[in-house]
């Protein structure tokens, strides 16, 4: 096919899939998204711009803060680049300070650890980071300081001031007070909900593993479908320092591909694997970014918040959520478990029990079993979640 030829038929086949994209407005419904490809996906490594490295326990030892820095500073040098990391290492190092055989498993112990550790952990970075002229910040973070929305504004104002001044942002879990309600559960999940944070369009996940592993050992070096193709073969954490195992780090890839971000697991030892990874290399295992993401607070609202009750919706209300993006009203709900109050996170089920969508609630759980079944009355005050506060879930 020559050049001219080539450029009709693409010509061609985008005004086909305009045409089609109309169609599909006209009927009311969106038209189906490309499926991402594995050399695509790749290539948009390259054009990151904001970028956040989570590297964990057992990675942290040795030379790993001296090699992490020279990476950091050679892709900091490309204009408009901008690095966040998220760190884990004050509780390990904590237990070493402090003398102590292993990980304690009592709450004051692991605060303790903590304390000790975080002073030494910020000494390692800013020493290793300050031989290649890179200024860090520390970020202390709580699931709390997230579960609340002007807390999570001030923390994303803090975030992007340390990033224009030119500082390197030092994310970690404040073990140190956080007790188990205010936990994120390990800093795998802390990385995903600080993507939306920081608005990044790339998630590395450095491991002791070179990625996802599948049933032969091998690498699985792209996955489409985190349900279909990678959730069966995570496993749990084996290596008795950190908390986060490889199921922890493929619901992270998940989280944060609905925000939109890419995200990479890859072997936190492999010399030069942060460069490889945004040079577009086929290093790790590479998780794409959902053609549609998630805008942030829709994503705080079903990642980040934890919900306090649930509610029961019958098949109609339910399929109305999914398809119609409608609001959920008294009449379609069937009952509600546990005790919410307004302006609470709620999980919501439908008759089967599978879990279709999370909201924040117009009302409370009393208020809500009150009215449950009945039409609008009057007052119409009948919306128990409305639309606009309620993210359906993905379906896989």
Known sequence: MTEHEERTAAKGAATGRHAADAAARHAGVAAPAPEPDPEGARAALERCRRVIIKIGSKSLSGDAWDRLAVE????????????????????????????????????????????????????????????????????????????????????????????EAGAIPIINENDA?????????????????????CEADLLILLSDVEGLLDGDGRRVPFVRSVAREARHLAGASTSGVGTGGMAS??????????????????????PGIITSILAGED?????????QRLNARKHWIAYTLRPRGAILVDRGAAEAIASKNRSILAVGVLGVRGTFLPGDAVAVFDPEGTEIARGLA????????????KKRDESGDD????????????SE
């Open 72 to 163: 950091v500073a050679a892709l900091r040098a490309r204009p408009g680049r901008s690095l966040v990391i998220v760190s884990s290492g004050a509780i390990a190092l904590g237990v070493a300070k402090l003398g102590l055989k292993a990980r304690p498993k009592d709450m004051a112990w692991l605060q303790a650890a903590a304390a000790a550790g975080q002073s030494v952990l910020m000494q390692r970075y800013e020493e290793a980071f300050g031989k290649v002229g890179l200024l860090v910040a520390q970020v202390l973070l709580t699931h709390a300081d997230l579960a609340d929305r002007t807390r999570t504004n001030n923390a994303r104002n803090a975030l992007a001031a340390l990033l």
């Open 177 to 197: 007070v956080a007790v188990e309600e205010i936990k994120f559960g390990d800093n795998d999940q802390l990385a995903a909900m600080v993507t939306p944070l």
């Open 249 to 270: 780090k493929v619901e992270a890839a998940r989280r944060a591909t609905l925000a939109g971000s890419h995200v990479v697991i890859a072997a936190a030892r492999e």
């Open 283 to 291: 290093v790790g295992t590479l998780f794409a970014a959902v053609p």
């Open 362 to 373: 117009r009302m409370s759980a009393g208020d809500a079993a009150r009215i449950a079944r």
């Open 383 to 394: 919306v128990v979640v409305h639309r606009d506060d309620l993210v359906v879930l993905p």
